[in-house]
């Protein structure tokens, strides 16, 4: 497994005055630095020792979200009106309510 293909984001944090560097793997995980770029490479190398380290103790390494496969359905509660008026929408439109549903999270 790579360290490389994991989710990784750098924003600017306004309480630190420096980018952070964040993985969506590694919820503990982040680095600090002045400039972007520094950032996202201190947290690669840091996210690469911890999974060495994790490799070596035969603990279990998070597999990046980039890496799994997605069957594209889950299920969603929602209140009985909400789904009966989805229903009415999406026969007025002429769609099945999955489509309806699919277009309105897309967007």
């Given at each position: 497994?790579?360290?490389?293909?994991?989710?990784?984001?750098?924003?600017?944090?306004?309480?630190?005055?420096?980018?952070?560097?964040?993985?969506?793997?590694?919820?503990?995980?982040?680095?600090?630095?002045?400039?972007?770029?520094?950032?996202?490479?201190?947290?690669?190398?840091?996210?690469?020792q911890?999974?060495?380290?994790?490799?070596?103790?035969?603990?279990?390494?998070?597999?990046?979200?980039?890496?799994?496969q997605?069957?594209?359905?889950?299920?969603?509660?929602?209140?009985?009106?909400?789904?009966?008026?989805?229903?009415?929408?999406?026969?007025?439109?002429?769609?099945?309510?999955?489509?309806?549903?699919?277009?309105?999270?897309?967007?």
């Amino acid at each position: 497994m790579r360290d490389d293909h994991y989710t990784y984001r750098v924003s600017w944090s306004p309480e630190d005055h420096e980018y952070v560097a964040t993985v969506i793997e590694f919820r503990s995980l982040s680095w600090l630095a002045p400039d972007p770029a520094a950032a996202l490479l201190g947290l690669r190398d840091l996210v690469a020792q911890v999974v060495d380290e994790l490799e070596t103790s035969g603990e279990p390494v998070p597999e990046p979200l980039a890496e799994r496969q997605f069957s594209g359905e889950f299920r969603l509660r929602i209140p009985p009106a909400l789904h009966r008026a989805l229903a009415i929408e999406a026969a007025e439109q002429g769609v099945s309510l999955n489509r309806l549903v699919s277009a309105k999270v897309a967007q």
